[in-house]
């Protein structure tokens, strides 16, 4: 994370006398919140904004490839399926957008908040 961005965030608590416990990504956030419910194989994990996305492949035990991208999310999970080497799981946790139908390459589920 950018360090003026946790210095002003610090300043911003003190002035209000609360205590900055903690800073952590989104994509973190989601993932330790779904954290169980990830295969051993793995999921990808997408956090879809408007014209944004952040597209991340865990693989069980480790992170294989994480993307932020401005566009469609779609396109770039996509994208990141035929990038990556080796095989990639089929399941796909959303967040920020409704779940589109299955497909032959994807099964979508929910990501849980």
Do not use: Y
């Not at 610090?10 to 800073?23: H, N, P, T």
């Not at 952040?54 to 069980?60: D, P, R, T, Y």
């Not at 990038?83 to 849980?112: M, T």
């Amino acid at each position: 994370m950018d360090g003026a961005l946790i210095v002003t965030l610090k300043k911003v608590f003190a002035a209000k006398k609360a205590k900055l416990a903690s800073i952590q990504p989104l994509l973190m956030a989601r993932f330790n919140a779904a954290r169980g419910a990830l295969p051993r194989d793995g999921a990808w994990l997408v956090i879809a904004e408007p014209e944004r996305a952040c597209i991340a492949l865990h693989g069980g035990r480790s992170w294989r490839t994480v993307q932020n991208a401005k566009g469609p999310w779609r396109a770039t999970l996509q994208r990141e399926r035929h990038r990556v080497e080796g095989p990639v799981p089929s399941l796909v946790l959303l967040a920020g957008e409704a779940l589109p139908a299955n497909d032959s390459s994807f099964q979508f589920r929910a990501l849980s908040a």
